[in-house]
């Protein structure tokens, strides 16, 4: 009797440390849902050089009432510019680890938003490095990124963990990749999983 009681002290702790572990639990399990209901907080910011991701982009800044934000390159891609596999601009960018094409204007007041759509076309596998400029550009600290991207046949793969390399202090969804010609019902049903 009198051991038992010598214990309570310890079963207390162990019970309360349990019940931390647990609330903890029902944090995580709420993690990948998003609440989107002040769409003055929701940036839609997008990469496309061929029209492909910003129609995703556009139907996404549809479904939220986010604000579209469109990543323009101070030297616009030309046509040789984009035809890969022949050695073409944007096959040396995506060949440079230091390539970080220059962007054209800014968000205006970054700091208004919360939750950040970041779409851009798979290159080679990976985010074309104009991606990469946008991000170092900005402070991202307790902001939610949520990748999408645009591909022939490429899915995410590691693109968007690349990515999250470059930026400190936000939380990233795992994101989502759509064919070149994505349908709009697509993107809804994405964005319908991802909310609440
Ligand atoms: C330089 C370059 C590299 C590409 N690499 C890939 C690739 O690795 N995998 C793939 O499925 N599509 C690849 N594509 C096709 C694009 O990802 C696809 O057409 C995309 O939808 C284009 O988006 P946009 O119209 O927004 O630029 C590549 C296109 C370019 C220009």
Redesign the pocket.
């Known amino acids: 009797m009198k051991k038992s009681i010598k214990f309570l002290p310890l079963i207390l702790v162990l019970l309360v440390c349990a019940c931390f572990a647990f609330a903890a639990c029902g944090e995580t399990d709420d993690e990948g849902k998003l609440d989107l209901t002040d769409s003055s907080k929701v940036l839609v910011a997008?990469?496309?050089?061929?029209?492909?991701?910003?129609k995703a982009a556009g139907y996404i800044a549809q479904e939220t009432g986010g604000t579209l934000y469109e990543i323009v390159p101070q030297i616009p891609y030309t046509e040789d510019d984009?035809?890969?596999y022949t050695d073409?601009r944007?096959?040396k960018e995506?060949n440079d680890p230091l390539a970080r094409p220059a962007i054209s204007g800014s968000v205006e007041d970054m700091a208004s938003y919360e939750v950040i759509f970041l779409g851009?076309?798979?290159?080679?596998?990976q985010a074309?490095k104009i991606i990469y400029t946008f991000l170092e550009s900005y402070g991202f600290s307790g902001k939610t990124i949520i990748p999408f991207?645009?591909?022939?046949?490429?899915g995410m793969g590691n693109s968007a963990n690349n990515l999250h390399g470059l930026v400190s202090g936000a939380t990233w969804l795992s994101g989502e990749r759509f064919?070149?010609n994505v349908a709009q019902s697509a993107v809804q049903n994405w964005l319908n999983g991802l909310t609440y």
Do not use: V
């Open positions: 997008y990469f496309s050089a061929t029209g492909n991701t910003e984009l035809k890969y073409c944007a096959d995506q851009y076309p798979i290159w080679h596998g074309p991207c645009t591909s022939a046949s490429s064919a070149s």
